[in-house]
């Protein structure tokens, strides 16, 4: 795993022994990143499920202002800290372990994001969870984008409170990946 392009370009990322985590691929983390590239400049970016810390870490190589990457695994918050320091990008991190929830509930009413990650792990009924979160919370900004890597194309898990808050802007199949881009169904909800 590297980083692709920006300041931090051709840097080595490691991961996780095992499979603990699952590194988004280099052909599908190429993809997002054409898909969002003209949105990353001086955004703030949120990589919910951290693993190795390598879509946030993207994000501020590409000229991303700032980026908060989370996890619930110590192994893997120690892994986004050395991943950070080697790309050099470590002082516009903000890297915390602790699970996605109390992480939203605190956010909520207090931070916003331009660029949402959420890659959690597959069949484990966190996106629908997450997605319901931040649309109640407020806490993508208005004109942001969420980036959704899972194992199915229904992100919403059946959720229809959360599917409506959002629209969904594109959706793309790498394999057994599917990537969906998401924002605001209506903005002017959005205060």
């Known amino acids: 795993?590297?980083?692709?392009?920006?300041?931090?370009?051709?840097?080595?990322?490691?991961?996780?022994?095992?499979?603990?985590?699952?590194?988004?691929?280099?052909?599908v983390k190429e993809a997002v990143f054409?898909?969002?590239?003209?949105?990353?400049?001086?955004?703030?970016?949120?990589?919910?499920?951290?693993?190795?810390?390598?879509?946030g870490l993207e994000a501020l190589s590409r000229g991303a202002e700032s980026a908060v990457i989370i996890d619930c695994a110590p192994e893997a918050v120690e892994i986004i800290k050395t991943?950070?320091?080697?790309?050099?990008l470590?002082?516009?991190?903000?890297?915390?372990?602790?699970?996605?929830?109390?992480?939203?509930?605190?956010?909520?009413?207090?931070?916003?994001f331009d660029i949402i990650f959420l890659d959690p792990p597959y069949k484990s009924g966190f996106m629908p969870r997450a997605l319901s979160m931040i649309a109640n919370g407020k806490?993508?900004?208005?004109?942001?984008?969420?980036v959704c890597e899972s194992g199915e194309p229904d992100v919403f898990g059946g959720d229809s409170a959360a599917a409506a808050s959002y629209k969904i802007r594109k959706q793309s199949n790498y394999g057994r990946v599917w990537i969906t881009l998401l924002e605001w169904a209506d903005e002017e909800d959005v205060s």
Not at 6 to 17: F, V
Not at 34 to 52: C, P, T, V
Request: net charge positive.
């Open 1 to 27: 795993m590297r980083i692709i392009t920006g300041s931090a370009r051709g840097a080595r990322l490691i991961t996780l022994e095992g499979d603990a985590t699952r590194p988004t691929g280099e052909r």
């Open 34 to 55: 054409s898909m969002i590239q003209f949105e990353i400049e001086g955004r703030r970016a949120l990589d919910l499920f951290g693993g190795s810390g390598q879509l």
């Open 83 to 88: 991943n950070a320091k080697t790309t050099r």
């Open 90 to 112: 470590f002082d516009r991190c903000r890297i915390s372990q602790m699970e996605y929830e109390p992480f939203l509930r605190r956010a909520s009413g207090r931070e916003r």
């Open 139 to 146: 806490i993508l900004n208005r004109g942001g984008v969420i």
